[in-house]
DNA sequence: GTCTATACTGAGATAGAC
DNA sequence: GTCTATCTCAGTATAGAC
């Protein structure tokens, strides 16, 4: 069948969502799915590149949407300064298209460290967009320093879209990705806009 | 032996560190301590179990400092108004006297998503009293807006204790964890401190 | 080209001898 | 307390059916 490939990336990323990546064993994604263990190393070739390619084919449209809102924050602001606020939603807000699943699914890629190897490939140059916007907006802040701010956005961002709020009372699950992600440019927003430490 | 137990911790404490939970095997931890396989399992019952202690012997004196400084930024305040600089350095700066390997292990922990269950056991009292300094430091906040902004914290702090700061210019790999928590609770302050979002 | 059956190595866990 | 042997299940590799 031509959708086999599809029927596993569809049951891995449920999979991947609710229990992580290690956790999630070539076993329950092929029972779950209905097709036999080899043909996800034929059509994959291994379990790290099955969650390769989940993540691209999530991905891609996420960072274009995160582009095209950055251009049109570049645009508004012309010449003249540029807020950070509308760096961030443009950076922050395009993960609210994901669902639930694949929210988790990245939020735990983040998490769990297996993202510096993805980054690179799939968001090296998003990255470089956004890190170029961001030090227009806060020219007061080193390079070492805005690296770190991102790399603190990057840790928010990740438990954000992965792990249960156990701090938020009744444990925050009838609140959408929209609304937890637009409570996030918030705060990020005073985060970034706080004067230089060193 | 008495200290073979001791030799478990840490060679465990080290590896897990520097590869993650998931990612170190018992058969690495037994050969790098020159213990027996089931050794471990004898002394702590499963892997789980061995992360457990580990994190419960570190853990606990961070706890205690993080409780003293609180406490003196509790007195130093008074009756009047309570910042939310010492409030934050009281719950961060105790991580710094965690050597890396511990450091990595706490983050590591965060990030992969067991803290949950291992937080409620750890963490339960000391979390309930700096969730109430915030309360007081932060009244223009809902319950709600100040769990998730907790929870954003402790994603960022994850990532500042386990993860290579891939933003930073030469990795950050001279940076000691102390200037990394000094440069962390400045971000947080600021991000705190921004205006409700609903 | 696609998929199945099966086997291989290494993981965590356990029972029982010493 | 410690160690050997063994169990189940993980990811992986390959030979061959259609």
């Given at each position: 069948m031509i959708d086999t490939k599809q029927k596993i990336l569809d049951t891995a990323e449920r999979?991947?969502?609710?229990?992580?990546?290690d956790a999630t064993s070539l076993r329950q994604i092929i029972s779950g799915a209905g097709v036999n263990l080899a043909a996800i190393h034929y059509h994959f070739g291994s379990k790290e590149e099955l969650l390769d390619e989940l993540v691209t084919r999530k991905a891609t449209p996420v960072n274009d949407e995160r582009l095209a809102m950055l251009d049109?924050?570049?645009?508004?602001?012309?010449?003249g300064p540029l807020a950070i606020e509308p760096?961030?939603?443009?950076?922050?807000?395009p993960m609210a298209v994901l669902g639930p699943s694949t929210?988790?699914?990245m939020g735990r890629l983040l998490a769990e460290g297996l993202m510096p190897k993805l980054a690179k490939r799939h968001f090296g140059d998003v990255i470089?967009?956004?890190?170029?916007?961001l030090e227009r907006s806060l020219p007061h802040l080193t390079p070492e320093e805005l690296g770190w701010r991102m790399h603190f956005?990057?840790?928010?961002l990740a438990l954000t879209m992965s792990g249960q709020p156990i701090f938020v009372p009744g444990g925050g699950e009838g609140v959408d990705l929209a609304e937890r992600l637009r409570c996030l440019v918030t705060f990020l927003s005073g985060g970034f806009r706080a004067p230089g430490s060193r």
């Open positions: 999979l991947f969502g609710h229990q992580g990546f049109r924050a570049l645009a508004m602001a012309g010449e760096v961030l939603e443009a950076f922050l807000m929210g988790r699914v470089q967009r956004f890190r170029s916007a956005m990057m840790g928010s």
